[in-house]
């Protein structure tokens, strides 16, 4: 089936494209911040995935794909990092204006640090192994950034979400990596992998998402604060504007 991977694409970010719309949430108007922040991240890993396919870490299987490439890469893996990270961001978004997903600062740090330092030390150990430590060292590193020195005050949220986020991507993941199918569609390379799976999928592809999500919420996150100051500025400057002139005689 051609259309597989496209198909995958499609399904994972229709509900929350349709959802965006939603009168309690119009997520629509935050396109330009997603899509800014989107392109960034997108740039970055398909530049990562572009690599690491011509290193043979992984290929994708042609029975699934529509033959269609950019960077060597099918069109498919191209539209997966738009659709679910729009996915995921969304998820965050809704997550976060309904619900007090917050965790206390220092339980924050100290599971920061934990995750980050398994991470670092795992990826360190296995640096035979590319995707691995790759993988392992530059998330550790994300996390360490975001909490430390970004000062980020929802981390743990992001993790929450996350988490919650883990059921979906089972699904998706399952079925690129070929649960159910008699072949995946992505095919990995075992020497440079744990051979750690989730069902199909390699435990690094956890932390992959992981860091695909920080770096895509990150950077929407930052806008967003970056247009509501500027509001608040221009808001600001039109009061004081006003009452300067409430104080020019007549």
């Known amino acids: 089936m051609k259309s597989l991977y496209l198909l995958v694409d499609f399904f994972t970010v229709f509900i929350p494209l349709v959802f965006s719309f939603h009168p309690k949430i119009k997520f629509y108007k935050k396109w330009k911040e997603f899509m800014t922040a989107a392109f960034v991240v997108a740039v970055i890993f398909i530049t990562w995935d572009s690599i690491f396919t011509s290193l043979k870490v992984w290929n994708f299987n042609e029975s699934y794909i529509t033959g269609i490439y950019f960077l060597n890469l099918p069109i498919e893996e191209i539209l997966f990092f738009i659709c679910i990270p729009y996915s995921c961001v969304f998820t965050f978004y809704c997550l976060n204006k309904f619900y007090n997903l917050s965790w206390n600062s220092k339980v924050e740090n100290i599971f920061c640090l934990i995750l980050s330092g398994f991470l670092l030390i795992t990826g360190l150990i296995f640096l035979n192994k590319i995707y691995t430590a790759v993988t392992f060292i530059s998330t550790a590193i994300i996390c360490i950034l975001l909490n430390f020195v970004f000062k980020i005050d929802w981390f743990g949220k992001s993790i929450s979400v996350y988490a919650i986020l883990l059921f979906p991507?089972?699904?998706?993941?399952?079925?690129?990596?070929?649960?159910?199918?008699?072949?995946?569609?992505?095919?990995y390379n075992k020497i440079e992998i744990l051979n750690i799976c989730l069902f199909t999928i390699p435990v690094e592809d956890v932390f992959y998402?992981?860091?695909?999500?920080?770096?895509?919420?990150?950077?929407?996150?930052?806008?967003?604060?970056?247009?509501?100051?500027?509001?608040?500025?221009?808001?600001?400057?039109?009061k004081a504007l006003m009452e300067i002139n409430e104080r020019l005689p007549v």
């Open 169 to 187: 991507f089972m699904v998706v993941n399952g079925i690129l990596t070929g649960y159910g199918l008699q072949a995946p569609v992505v095919q």
């Open 209 to 238: 998402g992981l860091e695909l999500f920080l770096l895509n919420l990150f950077i929407f996150q930052w806008l967003i604060s970056k247009n509501d100051q500027r509001k608040i500025n221009e808001m600001n400057n039109g």
